[in-house]
């Protein structure tokens, strides 16, 4: 037998009946029923096993001695439950607990001190009662020798008019048969009888044996209690339109979310100005909705004085926020499925959102004139599901190959919403791929070679943004392609060589004036036709000659015009001494001019010298010079 020491006691229920006294004390028993629970030091429950339990009734709670004592009695403890009969060895006498004003019950374990002691309560007194049926009456008065007179204040026949008569009752009352209640509900068939066949408006249920053939799977059961079997395979007929991330284990997917925002935000926003301040967003056209969102970024010195409209491209308007919480910054979004202030969105839901979308945020407080609010940012977003492209959401691994989009222009325009889109060019030999705002390109080939002439020294720097200076081959549009000089590195790079100019020589318009420009070194005058410098012009001239410094930038205002055979002068030129300076109109004696022969200083695009035969030479376009009556110097003109 085990004896450890929990120190601590709960009784559950306590001093309830169990044995019977002799015949001579009648039914009242002589013994109590204590269930109760030990705890061991640490809290928990006591070790399972046979425990010494010493027992005794006091009239205290502390001190005094016991009016019965019983024990040790060995008690099987388990989970830290135990059941005694108090008074199996020594009987309690219901003498002693009648001299008790209240019953404590105490317990010790094996030789430790008595735990702290328990409260029985009233059914303790139990006993007591044997004591009140042992005394002898003398003089007592039955109740048939009282006279029913005496009894007549206490129960009058007035009293018991609420009362029902037995004779009132219902059959029922008394019988409690269904068959006896009047008035019965008429009751359906099946709930008298259980039976399934008395059942109204049975369900279906499928035919006993009946099974779908090879390749078919249960749709569900026809009215007969046939099966409704369908093709089992997987095909794009049996298929969701939104199941591929579904089939794919969520590796492809067709549904994306589009988003557009604002491209003009931060807006001011007005104080105490209701008609408030309004932006708009042209949404694209992404595909059907199949969720809507509308995002705000909204500051105030007092958001709970702003009012918030949206307007759907049907003209619809929605009130998403009126006036409300306090503070001064509103963050949110509204969907489709939310509970707006005014307006629902949720028929855009299987709509396409395309079209203008716009808000109206009014401060309907503040300063007239003042404005102490912005309209941060806002956005339109759509959950779509896409019949145009598919994602892959993890590592996409083409084992067969994989191959661009080929066009011979861009597919798309560059736009934010299209960044990363690429496609391969076959004209230009390149792959592109849009940044944002330009689609750049990743040449496939040497660009500037006679197999693939660029379209400019511009064109080939922008394909290739390494390219150094020297000769290409390029191919302006119209003209055969040829070589020409290219600048890679002063001024941002991209100038093409377009003329070339000797000192002390006229550079006539003629045939021998279209030559080799390999070089920009002054081995003999040299320019590039008219039509290939109309070709080749898209942003200025850069003109330099002899010794004057520095060099002139022009640009012209119709270069589709350009022609320096012109008898006059029908390009008006703008100049500039430093590139991207402050710019100027008309001649400039220090340097080179191109002006018409006739040399009229407001229309210049080409020149000779200004004091030679008066300055009515006819021939041609001339090289620089540095004084009236100088002979032509060195010099060159680029173009890009």
């Known amino acids: 037998m085990s004896s450890p020491s929990p120190c601590r006691l709960s009784l559950a229920v306590v001093a309830v009946a169990s044995l019977w006294a002799a015949a001579s004390q009648?039914?009242?028993p002589k013994t109590l029923a204590a269930f109760g629970t030990l705890y061991s030091a640490t809290g928990g429950a006591a070790v399972d096993g046979d425990y010494a339990l010493s027992f005794g009734l006091y009239g205290q709670q502390a001190g005094g001695a016991a009016a019965w004592k019983e024990g040790?009695?060995?008690?099987?403890?388990?989970?830290?439950?135990?059941?005694?009969?108090?008074?199996?060895?020594?009987?309690?006498?219901?003498?002693?607990?009648?001299?008790?004003?209240?019953?404590?019950?105490?317990?010790?374990?094996?030789?430790?001190?008595?735990?702290?002691?328990?409260?029985?309560?009233?059914?303790?007194?139990?006993?007591?009662?044997?004591?009140?049926?042992?005394?002898?009456?003398?003089?007592?008065?039955?109740?048939?020798l009282l006279d029913p007179k005496m009894l007549a204040g206490l129960a009058k026949s007035s009293d018991l008019g609420d009362f029902v008569k037995a004779a009132a009752l219902?059959?029922?009352?008394?019988?409690?048969?269904?068959?006896?209640?009047a008035g019965a509900p008429k009751l359906a068939d099946v709930a008298l009888t259980g039976s399934f066949g008395d059942l109204v408006d049975k369900p279906v249920v499928p035919k006993a044996g009946s099974a779908c053939g090879t390749g078919l799977v249960v749709k569900g059961i026809k009215a007969d209690g046939s099966l409704?079997?369908?093709?089992?395979?997987?095909?794009?007929?049996?298929?969701?339109?939104?199941?591929?991330?579904?089939?794919?284990?969520?590796?492809?997917?067709?549904?994306?979310?589009?988003s557009v925002a604002s491209v003009k935000t931060p807006i001011d926003i007005a104080d105490a100005f209701p008609a408030g301040v309004s932006d708009a967003i042209d949404f694209l056209d992404f595909g059907i909705a199949q969720a809507l969102t509308i995002s705000l970024d909204i500051t105030n010195s007092d958001i709970s004085k702003i009012r918030v409209t949206l307007y759907d491209p049907q003209g619809l308007s929605y009130k998403l926020y009126d006036q409300g919480s306090s503070g001064t910054a509103l963050k949110a979004s509204y969907k489709a499925t939310d509970t707006l202030v005014s307006g629902n969105l949720s028929p855009w839901i299987g709509k396409n959102a395309k079209g203008l979308w716009s808000?109206?945020?009014?401060?309907?407080?503040?300063v007239t004139g003042g404005k102490d609010g912005k309209i941060n940012g806002w956005s339109v977003s759509v959950g779509t599901l896409s019949s145009q492209k598919v994602a892959a959401t993890g590592l996409f691994q083409a084992n067969g190959g994989f191959q661009f989009k080929v066009a011979q222009v861009h597919p798309v325009t560059c736009t934010a919403q299209n960044f990363g889109y690429a496609y391969a060019n076959d004209k230009d030999k390149a792959l592109y791929i849009c940044n944002g705002k330009v689609f750049y390109p990743l040449?496939?080939?040497?660009?500037?070679?006679?197999?693939?002439?660029?379209?400019?020294?511009?064109?080939?720097?922008?394909?290739?943004?390494?390219?150094?200076?020297?000769?290409?081959?390029?191919?302006?549009?119209?003209?055969?392609?040829?070589?020409?000089?290219?600048?890679?590195?002063?001024?941002?790079?991209?100038?093409?060589?377009?003329?070339?100019?000797?000192?002390?020589?006229?550079?006539?318009?003629?045939?021998?004036?279209?030559g080799s420009l390999s070089t920009p070194s002054q081995a003999a005058c040299a320019k590039l036709s008219d039509q290939a410098i109309r070709d080749l012009y898209t942003d200025q001239f850069w003109l330099s000659c002899g010794t004057q410094t520095p060099s002139r930038w022009g640009k012209i205002d119709k270069i589709a015009n350009f022609n320096t055979n012109a008898t006059t002068g029908n390009k008006v030129?703008?100049?500039?001494?430093?590139?991207?300076?402050?710019?100027?109109?008309?001649?400039?004696?220090?340097?080179?001019?191109?002006?018409?022969?006739?040399?009229?200083?407001?229309?210049?695009i080409y020149s000779i010298a200004k004091g030679y035969n008066g300055g009515n030479y006819t021939a041609g376009w001339s090289g620089c010079y540095n004084s009236v009556q100088d002979w032509h110097q060195n010099g060159f003109l680029y173009v890009r």
């Open 26 to 28: 009648a039914a009242v």
């Open 72 to 144: 040790p009695v060995v008690v099987t403890v388990k989970g830290g439950q135990f059941t005694v009969n108090l008074g199996a060895t020594v009987p309690i006498a219901p003498t002693a607990l009648a001299a008790l004003a209240q019953t404590w019950l105490g317990i010790a374990v094996g030789a430790d001190p008595e735990l702290p002691r328990k409260s029985l309560g009233s059914t303790a007194y139990a006993l007591r009662s044997a004591v009140a049926e042992g005394v002898d009456c003398s003089g007592c008065i039955s109740a048939e």
């Open 170 to 181: 219902s059959k029922i009352a008394a019988s409690g048969d269904y068959k006896d209640l």
């Open 228 to 258: 409704d079997c369908v093709d089992g395979s997987t095909s794009a007929a049996n298929l969701p339109k939104d199941g591929l991330d579904e089939i794919s284990n969520g590796l492809l997917t067709t549904q994306f979310t589009e």
């Open 359 to 366: 808000i109206t945020v009014a401060d309907v407080s503040g």
């Open 443 to 514: 040449v496939l080939q040497l660009v500037g070679t006679a197999e693939n002439p660029g379209l400019s020294c511009k064109d080939i720097l922008t394909k290739a943004p390494d390219s150094k200076d020297g000769v290409y081959w390029i191919n302006p549009g119209a003209t055969a392609a040829t070589q020409s000089y290219c600048d890679m590195t002063t001024n941002g790079g991209g100038w093409t060589l377009a003329a070339r100019m000797v000192n002390g020589s006229w550079c006539h318009i003629d045939a021998n004036a279209v």
């Open 573 to 604: 030129m703008t100049w500039a001494t430093t590139y991207g300076g402050a710019t100027y109109s008309g001649s400039d004696n220090a340097c080179c001019n191109f002006g018409d022969y006739n040399y009229n200083p407001t229309t210049i």
